[in-house]
């Protein structure tokens, strides 16, 4: 059971926006910045979006993040094949004194 | 260009130990944290701790304290992860990665070490 808490899933099409969400504490989201990373099938984890809402060089605008309280959620507009992927947030947790995990959601392109 | 190579990928016995390297480029290796990250098959991303290249300050995730023992050798550059003896439930992958200056970001990963404990 992860402490930050994710969709397993989410269906979309090309074009279409997504938004997965992660749901999590005071002592996480609620108090640290949130990242997300993107896994692409058989390959290693890529930072997508830092301090909740910045995208590091190179990662299209068509990638967005947003909290509120001890949520978040990443939003993929204009949605493409490529990006078929599992998406996992992760924030810093006060508690257990280091970074917790989402379970990762994994996004299916329709 | 920044780069983290890893090491390549292993096959053990369980009770052997072993010891797994990250070898940065492109950047000061000494100035930034360096993550360990574990994925079971299957399964999703699990941290296991950070350490400090400059002056090995390590902490680790309460699930792999004294399970693991992460180490670095600046002088070289490179990044330890390492087992005194191995369990079945060790395989997996291991990934390290570079971390950012914002919020424990993990800004640059490595490509894994695939690391299989088998009988």
């Known amino acids: 059971q992860s402490v930050l808490t994710q969709p397993p899933s989410a269906p979309g099409t090309p074009g279409q926006r997504v938004t997965i969400s992660c749901s999590g504490s005071?002592?996480?989201?609620?108090?640290?910045?949130v990242n997300w990373y993107q896994q692409l099938p058989g390959t290693a984890p890529k930072l997508l979006i830092y301090?909740?809402?910045q995208r590091p060089s190179g990662v299209p605008d068509r990638f967005s993040g947003s909290k509120s309280g001890t949520s978040a959620s990443l939003a993929i507009s204009g949605l493409q094949s490529e990006d078929e992927a599992d998406y996992y947030c992760?924030?810093?947790?006060?508690?257990?004194?280091?970074?917790?995990f989402g379970g990762g959601t994994k996004l299916t392109v329709l | 260009e920044v780069q983290l190579v890893q090491s390549g990928a292993e096959v053990k016995k369980p009770g052997e130990s072993l010891k797994i390297s990250c070898k940065g480029s492109?950047?000061?290796?000494?100035?930034?944290?360096i993550g360990w990250v574990r994925q079971m098959p299957g399964k999703g991303l699990e941290w296991m701790g950070i350490?400090?290249?400059?002056?090995?300050?390590?902490r680790y995730s309460p699930s792999f304290q004294g399970q693991v023992t992460m180490s670095a050798d600046k002088s070289i550059s490179t990044a330890y992860l390492q087992w005194s003896s191995l369990k079945a439930s060790d395989t997996a992958m291991y990934y390290c990665?570079?971390?950012?200056?914002?919020?424990?970001?993990?800004?640059?990963w490595g490509q894994g070490t695939l690391v299989t404990v088998s009988s």
């Open positions: 990665a570079k971390q950012g200056v914002s919020g424990y970001e993990l800004d640059y």
């Open positions: 492109g950047y000061s290796f000494t100035s930034y944290w």
């Open positions: 350490i400090y290249p400059g002056d090995s300050d390590t």
């Open positions: 005071s002592s996480n989201i609620g108090s640290n910045p």
């Open positions: 301090s909740n809402n």
């Open positions: 992760a924030a810093w947790d006060d508690s257990l004194n280091g970074v917790v």
